[in-house]
């Protein structure tokens, strides 16, 4: 790799790996859902799409399973760094995209499988619902989303739990967004942060969400980190589309 070429950080002792546009992390072990997608990916004919990749973490254990990619992220840095670890085998089954939601389209049944892992939280509303639904008309008959979000008993925001369990027991549909996030974040971390708006979700709002989309919703549970598997840091829900 030449010195112009970007290269991944190191993750923390947590397995967390910071992304290069400052926007997260990318863990270094798969959650369950994602550890779904790469073995249904795997056994899918057709083509699997990783959608917010980061260094594609997801993206290597499906190739492994014997899938074919495309891995798609907003930040070219993160696709190249995913391109360079891609065995030289493997390279005809993957293809790198650089693109944001939810401005990004692909033509409809186009895929087997998709997973975004971590990456809908940085959403607002509307673009959740819109990029969901797109990602609906994007699978094939019988294909799967597998779907991860950050919630909100995570991170800085998870002081605001209780706001949001008020607001979910109110009837909000999205109980958990925050419209600036900076009101949470510690003052020495506000100049730095690389966003404003936040939009944690629990396995219900996930849900709901697949359902508006036409998915039948498969499975819905919380999960946590590696390093706390009890806890409800992520949201994970698998949908499929009816034959």
């Given amino acids: 790799m030449s010195q112009n070429e970007p290269t991944m950080p190191k993750a ?17 072990s798969l959650d369950p859902v994602s550890a779904a997608f790469t073995v249904f990916a795997g056994q899918s004919e057709g083509m699997s799409l990783d959608l917010g990749c980061a260094y594609g973490v997801a993206s290597l ?5 014997g899938a074919n990619i495309v891995a798609c992220d907003m930040d070219l840095g993160h696709v190249q760094v995913l391109l360079s670890k891609v065995e ?8 790198g995209v650089v ?12 895929f087997s499988a998709i997973l975004c892992a971590r990456a809908l939280h940085f959403l607002d509303r509307d673009d959740v619902t819109a990029t969901v639904t797109a990602m609906a008309e994007w699978l094939t008959p ?14 800085f925001w998870a002081r605001g739990a209780g ?3 008020k607001r979910k027991s109110a009837g909000d549909p999205w109980p958990g967004f925050i419209p600036d996030v900076t009101v949470y974040l510690p003052e020495q971390a506000r100049s730095n942060a690389n966003m404003r708006q936040l939009n944690p979700m629990d396995p219900d709002t996930l849900a709901q969400v697949c359902k508006k989309a036409g998915l039948t919703v498969e499975h819905a549970a919380f999960s946590g ?10 949201a994970g829900v698998i949908a499929a589309k009816q034959r």
């Fill in 225 to 234: 980190r590696p390093d706390q598997p009890e806890s409800r840091t992520h």
């Fill in 99 to 110: 693109s944001q939601m939810p401005d990004i389209a692909f033509q409809p049944a186009c």
């Fill in 88 to 95: 030289e085998s493997q390279k005809n089954r993957i293809e």
């Fill in 163 to 165: 706001n949001y369990e």
């Fill in 12 to 28: 923390t002792d947590r397995g967390m790996i910071p992304t290069l546009n400052n926007k997260g992390f990318m863990t270094t």
């Fill in 61 to 65: 254990a499906a190739l492994k399973q």
């Fill in 142 to 155: 019988g294909g799967k989303v597998f779907l991860i979000a950050d919630t909100p008993y995570t991170g």
